[in-house]
């Protein structure tokens, strides 16, 4: 793949050490939520090369064609849970860092800068100390080769 076509950040640092915490959801599991005050149009989220596992759409269908076993199938469920589709790279973004635990909303407080850079999440509003950060699952990009997994995708299906 190549790097000059991933908008990731090849800063030192990713906001999101700064301004995210985990805890318990009452939405669902563990969510993400602030630590500090976060000003509408900050930049919370912007991955480096190392807080994703990009996996292609070859990579994925060979694992998803592979011996069907009991740990193939949970490890399937957390790949899928945790990632999302990336459209103009055309893969499967697995966050390794706890960017993973935005939870939806349809009323969300953070999504997609303007320019569509899916490595990165800016606040619409502001988000207070506390409060958990959610994105609008259902402005992601859908993905033709993952359709018998829309389930893990699409808000709808829950």
Known sequence: ???????????KD?????????RPS?????GLFAKRFIPKGTIW???????????SKKQFL?????????QKKEFMHFLLTYSYYERDTDSLIFCLDNSR???HSFNANSGAIGDNNGFCSISLRDIQQGEEITEDYSKYDLCSWLKKYKEYFDPSCW
């Not at 793949?1 to 800063?11: T, V």
């Not at 990713?14 to 985990?22: A, G, Q, R």
């Not at 009452?26 to 563990?30: A, D, L």
Request: glycine share 2%; hydrophobic share 40%.
């Open 1 to 11: 793949m190549n790097k000059s076509k991933i908008p990731c950040n090849f800063q």
């Open 14 to 22: 990713n906001p999101i050490e700064k301004y995210t915490e985990v």
């Open 26 to 30: 009452i939405i669902h599991g563990f």
């Open 45 to 55: 989220w912007n991955a480096r090369p190392h807080d994703i596992l990009i996996i």
């Open 62 to 70: 060979i694992f998803d064609s592979s011996q069907k076993t009991k």
């Open 101 to 103: 635990f935005v939870n």
